[in-house]
């Protein structure tokens, strides 16, 4: 079975610190990962994904997520946060042949 | 074009009504979803349309949960005799050909509030 662990319900940064939000998983076989993020009053946007290659995905927003497949997990990272990334952050995983299995969500709260 | 388009955004309704919730998925997206949000919870799957293949029915949480879908376009998720722990946001997405989400990111509607009293 497929599982998702974001061990944060909630992350607080400065603005213009470096952002950590965590993710593990668990899947049989090789994992398809994604991070999606969801805005006030706005549905879930995709923000990027891993399937193979470089460990370090780029995505939208100048964030990136580095896959380490021995300790499984997928964390999602921002050099400098800011105020606008205030969001709830969900982190997914799919064997590929299964639905997309979500965590719980990560709520960011950047501080001006 | 248009995204994920669901309906109604809020429903109440008293406990024991059935409700039937809307998607509208983007359009030559072959792959549909629904998934439930619990107040605090993360993303439930209930059920995965792809083509014209047999619906993946593993997350519908009792047989009060169906959902139909017409060809590739509209789905419908139908609650009957709807209880209290159904109050939630249920969200629909749709993914172009080739989609369990692997390869192709899912668009999300902006999802239904059911509140059921």
Do not use: M
Request: hydrophobic residues 30%; aromatic residues 10%; proline residues 5%.
């Amino acid at each position: 079975a497929q599982s998702v662990a974001q061990p944060e319900d909630q992350v607080n940064v400065a603005e213009g610190n470096p952002l950590t939000v965590k993710c593990t998983y668990s899947v049989s076989g090789n994992p398809y990962l994604f991070w999606y993020v969801q805005y006030p009053n706005r549905g879930l946007q995709f923000l990027l994904k891993y399937i193979t290659g470089d460990n370090l995905v780029k995505g939208s927003y100048g964030f990136e997520a580095e896959f380490n497949k021995s300790q499984t997990s997928f964390h999602l990272k921002k050099p400098s946060a800011l105020v606008s990334d205030s969001a709830l952050y969900f982190c997914a995983v799919t064997s590929g042949n299964t639905p997309l299995v979500f965590g719980k969500g990560t709520r960011l709260s950047v501080i001006a | 074009g248009a995204g994920v388009s669901q309906s109604p955004s809020n429903k109440v309704t008293e406990k024991g009504k059935d409700v039937e919730l809307r998607c509208d998925p983007i359009s030559g997206h072959t792959a549909l979803y629904w998934y439930r949000q619990r107040l605090g919870q993360g993303l439930e799957f209930l059920i995965y349309f792809q083509g014209n293949s047999a619906p993946d029915k593993s997350g519908l949480p009792s047989d009060r949960f169906s959902a139909e879908r017409t060809g590739e376009s509209v789905s419908t998720l139908t609650i009957q005799r709807t209880q209290q722990e159904d109050s939630a946001v249920y969200l629909c997405a749709s993914s172009p050909r080739g989609g369990t989400g692997a390869n192709s990111p899912l668009h999300f509607g902006n999802g239904t509030r059911l509140t059921v009293t």
